[in-house]
């Protein structure tokens, strides 16, 4: 029998429906290259869970908090599991774009201007020219991002999508294209255009069968594609990245843009279900998803 994997997924973060998609995927891909595999969907009790489960490497498939923050990879940490993807450090700075930015403007990559505001101050004053971008600092999925153009109404008390936070992350809206570039040990595979018909990419069009168009390979020059492929790895870097990520960018290459690629985010734990990027990156380099999900376990570790 082969290694035994405990595949964690779903969860209680605002991305649960999406990581039990990712996760059912990578456990099939797993039964089929001979693994002994148990689906986990993770609770509070995760601690107890895995020390009934024993098993000799966990796969990560959850998303967002908890799962992805660095709080589970440090449960991982002290019960001395191998885990896939990143660390707990990387996984941290990873979820809170602030933070994460800052890093990525110390090693030269272009992000857009921000300010962290509170709620209530949102309401009363623009804090940066229309249009601009309001999203949660520390949640993944487009849940709660919403660009706020001239004219849009936008009035106190509509607690929106921002029920739970204090603070949001208001950023400069970057028109454009909407580029992404995975990165599997260290390399980047390819980099993918996203076109969807309703101008931003948002929770449905991200999971909707049919909602976005993927190019791939984007239309784009040799060279801004090494560029991006470039920058994508430089993220991954900089964080202390491990595993699979995924960065995503904005291009405006347009008569009137500035040329230059600006990111968005790094996801430590990028989709996994049939729809996602990762695997469509992966399938273009030429590797199937069972080999791509071996990786992934292969290239657990523990103790970094
Ligand atoms: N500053 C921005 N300018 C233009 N579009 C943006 C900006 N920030 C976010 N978006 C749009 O919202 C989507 C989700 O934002 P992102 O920062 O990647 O958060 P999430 O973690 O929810 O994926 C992006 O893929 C993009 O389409
Ligand atoms: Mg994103």
Not at 99 to 120: E, H, M, P, Q, W
Not at 176 to 186: D, F, I, K
Not at 247 to 261: A, K, V
Not at 263 to 280: A, D, R, W, Y
Request: charged fraction near 25%; glycine fraction near 10%; proline fraction near 5%.
């Amino acid at each position: 029998m082969g290694k035994h994997v405990a595949v964690l997924m779903g969860g209680w973060s605002v991305e649960r429906e999406v990581s039990l998609v990712s996760g059912s995927a990578m456990a099939k891909a797993l039964r089929s290259e001979g693994y002994q595999v148990t689906e986990v969907d993770v609770t509070p009790e995760i601690s107890q869970k895995l020390a009934e489960l024993k098993p000799d490497v966990v796969l990560n498939a959850l998303h967002g908090r908890w799962g992805e923050d660095g709080c589970l990879q440090g449960l991982l940490e002290i019960l001395n599991i191998p885990y896939s993807h990143s660390g707990v450090a990387a996984s941290s700075v990873a979820m809170d774009k602030i933070l994460a930015k800052k890093l990525f403007r110390s090693v030269g990559i272009a992000v857009a201007a921000d300010c962290l505001v509170d709620k209530a101050a949102l309401f009363e004053q623009d804090p940066l020219p229309r249009p601009f971008v309001v999203k949660p600092y520390n949640e993944g999925s487009s849940v709660g991002v919403v660009i706020v153009k001239s004219g849009d109404q936008f009035c106190a008390g509509d607690p929106g999508p921002w029920h739970d936070t204090d603070k949001l992350m208001v950023e400069r809206y970057l028109p454009g294209r909407e580029l992404t570039v995975s990165v599997m040990g260290g390399k980047a595979l390819a980099v993918t255009e996203l076109q969807t018909s309703k101008g931003f990419y948002d929770y449905e069009a991200k999971y909707e069968e049919g909602r976005t168009h993927h190019i791939i390979p984007a239309d784009l020059s040799a060279d801004m594609t090494g560029q991006l492929m470039e920058l994508a790895e430089k993220a991954h870097d900089v964080l202390g990245c491990k595993g699979v990520t995924r960065s995503d960018f904005r291009l405006d290459d347009g008569p009137d843009g500035d040329g230059i690629p600006y990111i968005l985010e790094i996801n430590t734990q990028p989709g996994m279900t049939p729809l996602s990027l990762v695997p469509e990156q992966a399938r273009f380099c030429g590797m199937t998803f069972e080999y791509l999900v071996n990786w992934m376990v292969e290239d657990a570790s523990c103790g970094r």
